[in-house]
């Protein structure tokens, strides 16, 4: 957006735009005359840079004034508190401070720090996109400026529609061929897996076909085949799946089975098992037990599974283009509770574990939540509270490692191994998956030692 | 959780052998895979005995369903199969009928079967015996009561009924808030 001879005038404007971005601040009522909405509440800085935006194409004479006047004036933040704010400015702001942001020594302004363009940015990205101003903060931290703005973007469209082939029942090859003859438009996913099918269009209710019915195939958001993926569960186990309703993964689960061994599927929610039990039969799992328990009551109900899936409740920032609600309804309090809930879970699923198991001893954690709080935080505890687990590679092919560290917060190494996925990288639901394995008593103590 | 009773056992294996007639020795004996039916509820549950013996570890009001639900006890005492027993009774399904492409939606929109929508059907079929209604492709898709036999269904002109809907896999759909719990 710089004009080559930006270096020359680079002094001359910075002495230049001083006074011009007062005499516009001052002079607000002749700037509104010129300005084609004539907003108000909007003074000089904002309409210039709106006026910027319609020509930066060819006309970029003031370029660096708009640059460094980016943010308000303290009077113009006061300004707007009585009339609705104008997303059109913000959405220029944003982009405007995303361009200082790249190279701020170069295009900050004397005297605003790097924070007041954070502050103004996250603003106009709660206005835009219609967050709380706390979850758009507590979003925003998680990214670098840009990639947090394709995060929001990619918040607002919504994802594949994806189905997964229940491979108990029918093969992928003869699913896809049933679907396009009712004049399905699909491909596989990916490579990553075998059983899922993505859905462009279609020309019935993808919801109620016949093969539907009978239980050929589940809709399933790709993301959620993921958890299951890295669990990996083996004929003959026992597994338990503590959050299971609707049943996507848990059906997922007795597929991989076979149809061997035994799956406990519970869900705390009553009336949600409803539409677990109905997948399960209509999927046709056979190997399934079906309970509504608080999932804090195992492994007092039962314990020495081989394997635990714990798709923990959560604050669902990953999901926000299925369900739009979370952008206004979570709030500080939430990310306090749904984390000690989070934690509560993940011991109980660490403990339900038989470590003697021939085969198994793994526990996966996923949340379709993309915060820290709910995600590394949850594991670096289960790590400190239960020293018999440690992690291990999630065995899936792709995604962003966790972090290590975070603001200022120190997590354990290994939490490198778990992995994260986001709208904007993957085309998938904000995710994030990770594997336990529970040692063995007698490892255990050989590992004891040798940490010591 | 617990087995049936004698009276019990009787009423649903009266029940199931007007749709697969001797073959209900084949649900009892798996050699390999020992399966039981369970009481839990009012609803009869198809189980091998493995998950059956862990399931004992939950507690009777948090049980929600464990294997296969067969079907459930009326508050008269009589048995009602359900449609998710259709995997069984589709396995060891004595007399069949298949369905044309075209009568599928109907029929899985809870109507009974046509003449004009079989493709065919099973020969010597009597009046009023259980059927396992598929697609062509060999999709279990319902089970139903025959109203004529297989001799005077050949008779009947396009727009008679051959058998009388009993259960279908649309009910996953309409039925989904009563058929499970």
């Known amino acids: 957006m710089f004009s080559d001879d930006e270096g020359d005038e680079d002094m001359l404007d910075a002495a230049n735009q001083q006074g011009l971005a007062k005499a516009f601040t001052d002079d607000s009522e002749g700037e509104e005359v010129l300005e084609a909405e004539g907003e108000a509440d909007e003074f000089g800085v904002d309409s210039d840079g709106e006026f910027e935006q319609g020509e930066e194409e060819d006309v970029e004479i003031n ?49 605003r720090s790097r924070s007041d363009y954070v502050a103004q940015l996250i603003a106009d990205i709660a206005n835009y996109y219609g967050y709380t101003e706390f979850l758009a903060g507590k979003l925003f931290e998680l990214f670098s400026p840009r990639e947090a703005i394709d995060f929001f973007e990619a918040n607002e469209v919504p994802r594949p529609v994806t189905i997964r082939t229940n491979t108990l029942k ?221 992690l291990v590679e999630t065995g899936l092919e792709f995604g962003v490692p966790g972090y290590t560290s975070f603001r200022g917060r120190e997590f354990n190494h290994k939490l490198s191994l778990t992995r994260r996925y986001y709208p904007h990288t993957y085309n998938v639901d904000g995710f994030f998956v990770a594997k336990f394995k529970k040692m063995k008593a007698k490892e255990q103590k050989v590992n004891g030692t040798s940490t010591v | 959780m617990r087995p049936l009773t004698e009276d019990e056992t009787k009423t649903m294996f009266e029940k199931l052998a007007n749709y697969i007639g001797r073959n209900i020795t084949h649900l009892i004996n798996r050699p390999d895979d020992p399966h039981c039916f369970r009481l839990q509820k009012d ?15 939950v507690g009777r009001v948090e049980l929600m369903s464990l294997g296969l639900c067969i079907g459930k006890f009326t508050k008269t005492g009589k048995f009602r199969l359900h449609i998710t027993s259709l995997e069984i009774l589709a396995q060891y399904a004595r007399y069949k009928i298949w369905i044309k492409p075209n009568g599928e939606m109907s029929y899985l929109y809870g109507n009974n079967v046509l003449k004009a929508h079989v493709g065919k059907m099973s020969d010597d079929i009597p009046e009023h015996s259980g059927v396992i209604v598929f697609a062509m492709n060999d999709i279990p898709m319902g089970f139903g009561v025959t109203a004529k036999s297989t001799a005077d269904a050949r008779r009947l002109d396009p727009t008679g009924i051959v058998a009388f809907r009993q259960g279908d896999i649309g009910e996953y759909l309409r039925e989904e808030d009563t058929l499970f719990t």
């Not at chain 1, 006061?78 to 995303?98: F, G, K, M, W, Y």
């Not at chain 1, 899922?196 to 239980?215: H, K, M, N, R």
């Not at chain 1, 109905?278 to 804090?296: E, F, P, Q, S």
């Open chain 1, 63 to 111: 370029v660096d004034s708009t640059v460094t006047n980016v943010l308000p004036s303290g009077q113009e933040v006061e300004a707007p508190s009585n009339v609705p704010p104008d997303i059109h400015i913000s959405r220029t702001r944003i982009q405007e401070i995303l361009n200082v942001l790249d190279d701020f020594s170069k295009y900050g302004e004397a005297g």
């Open chain 1, 170 to 390: 029918t093969r992928r090859r003869n699913l896809a061929q049933a679907l396009v003859n009712r004049g399905v438009n699909l491909k596989p996913i990916g490579n990553w897996t075998k059983v899922g099918l993505q859905i462009f269009d279609s020309q019935v209710p993808i919801g109620a076909t016949p093969e539907y019915l009978a239980g050929h195939y589940i809709i399933q958001a790709a993301s959620s085949f993921l958890p299951v993926i890295a669990l990996a569960p083996q004929e003959k186990e026992r597994v338990l799946d503590m959050a299971a309703a609707p049943g996507g993964k848990t059906t997922y689960i007795s597929a991989l089975m076979k149809n061997t061994g035994c799956v406990f599927a519970n869900d705390a929610n009553k009336a949600r098992t409803k539409s677990l039990i109905a997948n399960i039969h209509r999927l046709g799992c056979t190997n399934t037990v079906v309970c509504n328990y608080d999932a804090k009551e195992f492994p007092r109900v039962i314990g020495g599974f081989d394997r635990v899936l714990l798709d923990a409740p959560c604050s669902g920032t990953g999901v926000i283009a299925k369900d739009p609600s979370v952008k206004t309804s979570r709030n500080e309090k939430d990310f306090i509770d749904l984390p000690f809930l989070q934690k509560q879970l993940i011991l109980a699923a660490i403990d339900s574990i038989d470590a003697n198991s021939k085969t198994g001893g793994y526990i996966v954690y996923s949340t379709c939540s993309v915060t820290v709080d709910e995600n590394e935080a949850v594991v670096d505890y289960a790590l400190r509270k239960r020293p018999d687990v440690k």
């Open chain 2, 43 to 57: 609803r009869v549950y198809y189980v091998s005995e493995n998950v059956m013996r862990y399931a004992t570890s």
